[in-house]
């Protein structure tokens, strides 16, 4: 079945280094791939997406390009705050039929001052 | 306005209790979702609902009752509670297409 692998954390960065978090799928057809981010008590909410391959999403300075040829969809940044501290979920969506999102285990990110 | 909202946000009770959780969205989605997520963050999809349809129904104790009055509602209710009930539960609701959810800030369970 489908599924998310995501690099384990915790990751720990100072401020303003730079952020990779990795993400690779396995899924068949043509999945939409999503980054979700939960700040400490609260729900997940939608970082970013991107429904076809090299389609890249953005937000809030956050990137992910979804890479068919390697199944991918690695989030990166290039200047981290301490206020992006949080749990970081990599999900995909089947293409066909009425199955959930698929999440990945999440990567907690610690930055530090 | 709050997009899924879920009551209560916290509740503290003993083994054995029944309880329920209640969820709405008024984002005029046909699905909705339960998620549970553990202490190590772990999310789990536990059931779905489409217009008021149990679609899926994952490898959940039958204590646990999903009930779906309207399509704006997905109710939780758990019966005979145990310790390893203790969790965070998220409401979510999506649209059919692309499936992105949208999640409540979740309801903390904890049982003694």
């Known amino acids: 079945g489908d599924s998310v692998t995501q690099m384990e954390g915790p990751v720990t960065l100072s401020e303003e280094a730079f952020l990779t978090i990795n993400c690779t799928y396995t899924a068949t057809g043509y999945p939409s791939l999503f980054w979700y981010v939960q700040y400490p008590g609260e729900g997940l909410q939608l970082l970013l997406k991107?429904?076809?391959?090299?389609d890249k999403g953005s937000n809030k300075g956050f990137e992910a390009t979804y890479r068919k040829e390697t199944t991918s969809f690695h989030l990166e940044k290039g200047s981290v705050q301490v206020s992006d501290s949080a749990v970081y979920f990599c999900?995909?969506?089947?293409?066909?039929?009425?199955?959930?999102?698929?999440f990945g285990k999440g990567t907690r990110l610690s930055v530090i001052a | 306005d709050t997009a899924v909202s879920q009551t209560p946000k916290y509740l503290v009770t003993q083994m054995g209790n029944d309880k329920s959780i209640k969820c709405e969205q008024n984002?005029?989605?046909?699905?909705m979702y339960w998620y549970k997520q553990d202490s190590k963050k772990f999310l789990k999809i536990m059931f779905s609902?489409?217009?008021?349809?149990?679609?899926i129904n994952e490898t959940v104790p039958n204590r646990f009752s999903p009930k779906s009055p309207d399509k704006a509602h997905l109710n939780l209710h758990i019966n005979s509670l145990e310790l390893g009930d203790s969790a965070v539960y998220f409401c979510?609701?999506?649209?059919?297409?692309?499936?992105?959810?949208?999640f409540g800030e979740g309801s903390r369970l904890t049982v003694l």
């Open positions: 999900a995909l969506s089947s293409s066909s039929g009425n199955t959930p999102l698929v």
């Open positions: 991107a429904t076809k391959a090299d």
């Open positions: 979510a609701s999506s649209p059919s297409s692309p499936r992105e959810l949208f």
């Open positions: 984002l005029g989605h046909d699905t």
């Open positions: 609902y489409n217009n008021k349809e149990l679609i």
